[in-house]
């Protein structure tokens, strides 16, 4: 099965670092755009960011950079998301995507199943 | 580009049709636009892309149409499994998605 399969909820305290994970399967990993969204109550969707595993080539939406940082290993099929110091507004579920037609600008067409964040003291 | 979508919340029944809008503040080019489904505890899902091409294994009774800064999702004879928030993407500028309309019974 064509699948992202992200790593597990987490609850941390304000500072704290994080990574988070998203684990492609059954296509070719290093061969699409991977993309981070963040789904928060009021806000909706938001574009995170994106990065190409072949080269990590790793771009961000312009409020999210220097916020988070978007890697990718492609040896293990897997890209992160990572905070080195969190912040309550942080709290959202994130998505990992694929991007569809080989441009950091496409149609999603697959979806993780969302990871919780938590930041609370 | 922003982008709006209407109603927030839509109130059918099943076997109903609903129409769901999400308008543009500046043209999309190329139609560059995608629908989304998300339902709890489940992984999102596209629909439909390029405003009216149904991603493989969709059913025809949804139906996306739309140019320039209107677009319409629109889903015949509504089925319980229907009933979710539906986002839709633009990726002709960056990308950035609406606000969502939720289907409710």
């Known amino acids: 099965d064509v699948q992202l399969v992200q790593s597990g909820p987490e609850v941390k305290e304000p500072g704290e670092s994080l990574q988070i994970s998203c684990k492609g399967s059954?296509?070719?990993?290093?061969?699409?755009?991977i993309g981070w969204v963040r789904r928060m109550p009021e806000r909706g969707l938001e574009w995170m960011g994106v990065?190409?595993?072949?080269?990590?080539?790793?771009r961000y939406r312009p409020s999210f950079r220097g916020q988070v940082t978007i890697s990718a290993d492609r040896s293990i099929n897997t890209a992160h998301l990572q905070w080195r110091s969190l912040k309550a507004s942080d709290t959202a579920i994130y998505y990992c995507?694929?991007?569809?037609?080989?441009?950091?600008?496409?149609?999603?067409?697959?979806w993780g199943q969302g990871t919780v964040v938590i930041v609370s003291s | 580009i922003v982008l709006t979508q209407s109603p927030g919340t839509l109130s059918l029944s099943p076997g109903e049709s609903a129409s769901l809008s999400c308008r543009a503040s500046q043209r999309i080019i190329s139609g560059y636009l995608a629908w989304h489904q998300l339902k709890p505890g489940q992984a999102p899902r596209l629909l439909i892309y390029e405003t009216s091409r149904r991603d493989t294994g969709i059913p025809d009774r949804f139906n996306g149409s739309g140019s320039e800064t209107d677009f319409t999702l629109t889903i015949t004879r509504l089925e319980p499994d229907d009933f979710a928030v539906y986002y839709c993407q633009q990726y002709g500028s960056s990308i950035t998605f609406g606000g969502g309309t939720k289907v409710e019974i």
């Open positions: 990065i190409y595993p072949a080269y990590s080539d790793a």
């Open positions: 995507v694929r991007l569809l037609g080989g441009s950091p600008e496409g149609p999603i067409d697959l």
């Open positions: 059954g296509y070719t990993f290093s061969s699409y755009w």
